[in-house]
């Protein structure tokens, strides 16, 4: 139960640096992704922020640790090389993310607006995730029959 509590709040934490940080306002974010036109930096300080603390953490606190504080062992990728499905992952995401304004953190965070471009986005996203899954399981049926 306690777990399941700091796991609520943790996620309520970083909801609010979404907003605060406006991250989850689209024209922000595309402002910051326009570099060729009205450039706004102001984000590039909210991600240079995050990577501090990622950095912190991951030189020291990760080492010095057996298992994370709430679960029993750590859930790390196992993949180390860059694949087709990498590449094509990360062209779709920025191709979203540039048309949207939204990735999908800043975007479910949104719905508390009732922002209907939020709604739209995740809808997208939702439907992007099973057809991903249900061309998977396609896949996969041709590989083994």
């Not at 306690?2 to 970083?14: D, E, P, R």
Request: aromatic letters at 14%; one cysteine or more; a neutral charge.
């Amino acid at each position: 139960m306690i777990k399941n509590l700091i796991i609520v709040l943790l996620g309520v934490l970083f909801a609010l640096g979404l907003g605060i940080s406006q991250m989850t306002n689209p024209s922000k974010v595309i402002g910051f992704l326009d570099v060729t036109g009205n450039w706004d930096p102001s984000l590039a300080f909210v991600m240079a922020g995050a990577m501090t603390v990622y950095l912190i953490g991951y030189k020291f606190i990760f080492p010095k640790l057996t298992k994370p504080l709430l679960d029993f062992r750590f859930h790390l990728p196992n993949l180390i090389h860059i694949d087709k499905k990498l590449i094509l992952g990360s062209v779709i995401f920025g191709i979203g993310w540039g048309l949207s304004g939204f990735c999908p953190g800043p975007g479910l965070v949104a719905l508390a607006s009732s922002n209907l471009e939020a709604i739209y986005f995740v809808l997208s996203m939702i439907l992007g995730v099973a057809i991903y899954h249900w061309f998977s399981e396609e896949y996969s049926d041709m590989m083994d029959g």
